[in-house]
C-alpha cells in the first residue's frame, strides 16, 4: 500500500467518523457504518448485541450510545480496577470511556483517543453530561499515541484496530505507552486465516471494518513482534463470511 493510499483511507475513515459525530451532535438518528455487520436496526437493540448490559446503558447519555460504532464490549474483557489508569483508542463518542471511568473509580484515570475533532467534541459534551472528572478525551493517532512511556495500565479499543492502515505502528504504540505488566482488552474483527487480503475486501469496505481486519495469525504474528505475551483471540461473532467479531487479550512483560 503505497503512502497516499494509506492517506485516502485515513481520510474516508475520518469522514465517516465526523459525519457520524455531526449526526448525532445535530440530534439526528445515529447512522451506522456501511458495509458492517456491527450495525443494527436501533440503539437499544445494536447496544445491547454487543455485550452491554441494561445497567451499563442506563449508566449512559443517550447520545454516547447512539454514536456507539463498536463489535463488542472491550470494557467487559478487560477487567478494570479501581485505580487503574485506562486508554481507550478510537474513543469515538466515548461511550466506554465512561464505562471505564465507572470501574476504575475517581482515583483511576480514563484517556480516549479520537483522530476525529467532531467525535472529541461529542465524547467531552457525554462526559459533561455524565458528571465524569476522572476521564481525559485526547486528539491524536493510534499509531502514535501521544501519552509518555510506561503510564498506563490497560488499553482498550471497539472495532478500531482494523481501521489502521499502519497496525504494527498500532501494536508497538500500545506496547511503548503500557506499563510492565499492563494488558490489552480488544474488541475487532479478525478474518479466517485462509482469506486472502482481496477476499476480505470482497466483503466489505475498509471504512466498514471488514476490508483492513487482520487474520487470526496475522493478529497473533503482530502482537508478539511487538513484545506482547499471554496472546488469547476469540472469535465471538460471525461478521461477514469467514469473519468475526472477536476478543484480543494479551499481556506486556513485567
Known amino acids: 500500500m503505497t503512502t497516499d493510499d494509506q492517506t485516502a483511507l485515513r481520510d474516508q475513515v475520518q469522514d465517516r467518523y465526523a459525519k457520524a459525530a455531526l449526526t448525532?451532535?445535530?440530534?439526528?438518528?445515529?447512522s451506522c457504518r456501511g458495509g458492517s455487520s456491527c450495525c443494527g436496526p436501533n440503539t437499544d437493540q445494536r447496544v445491547s448485541a454487543l455485550g452491554y448490559t441494561d445497567t451499563e446503558r442506563g449508566e449512559l447519555p443517550?447520545?454516547?450510545?447512539a454514536a456507539s460504532l463498536g463489535c463488542g464490549n472491550p470494557t467487559a474483557v478487560a477487567e478494570l480496577r479501581t485505580g487503574e489508569t485506562v486508554l481507550d483508542l478510537g474513543s469515538g463518542g466515548g461511550i466506554d470511556v465512561l464505562l471505564s471511568?465507572?470501574?476504575?473509580?475517581?482515583?483511576g484515570k480514563a484517556y480516549g483517543l479520537d483522530m476525529t475533532p467532531e467525535m472529541l467534541e461529542l465524547a467531552r459534551r457525554n462526559a459533561t453530561e455524565s458528571g465524569a472528572t476522572n476521564v481525559e478525551f485526547l486528539h491524536g493517532h493510534i499509531e502514535n499515541i501521544p501519552l509518555p512511556d510506561n503510564t498506563v495500565d490497560v488499553v482498550i479499543s471497539n472495532?478500531?484496530?482494523n481501521l489502521s492502515v499502519d497496525k504494527p505502528a498500532v501494536f508497538a504504540s500500545i506496547h511503548r505507552v503500557l506499563k510492565p505488566?499492563?494488558?490489552?482488552?480488544l474488541s475487532d474483527v479478525v478474518a479466517d486465516d485462509h482469506l486472502t487480503t482481496a477476499e476480505r475486501a470482497e466483503r466489505g469496505e475498509w471504512v466498514g471494518c471488514i476490508a483492513g481486519a487482520l487474520s487470526t495469525s496475522e493478529y497473533r504474528e503482530q502482537l508478539s513482534a511487538a513484545g506482547f505475551t499471554n496472546i488469547d483471540i476469540t472469535h465471538?461473532?460471525?461478521?461477514a463470511q469467514d469473519?468475526?467479531?472477536a476478543v484480543i487479550r494479551a499481556v506486556k512483560p513485567a
Open 24 to 30: 448525532v451532535l445535530k440530534d439526528q438518528p445515529a
Open 181 to 185: 505488566g499492563g494488558r490489552i482488552g
Open 62 to 65: 443517550a447520545d454516547a450510545l
Open 236 to 239: 465471538i461473532n460471525e461478521a
Open 101 to 107: 471511568a465507572r470501574r476504575v473509580g475517581p482515583t
Open 243 to 245: 469473519m468475526h467479531s
Open 159 to 161: 472495532c478500531v484496530i
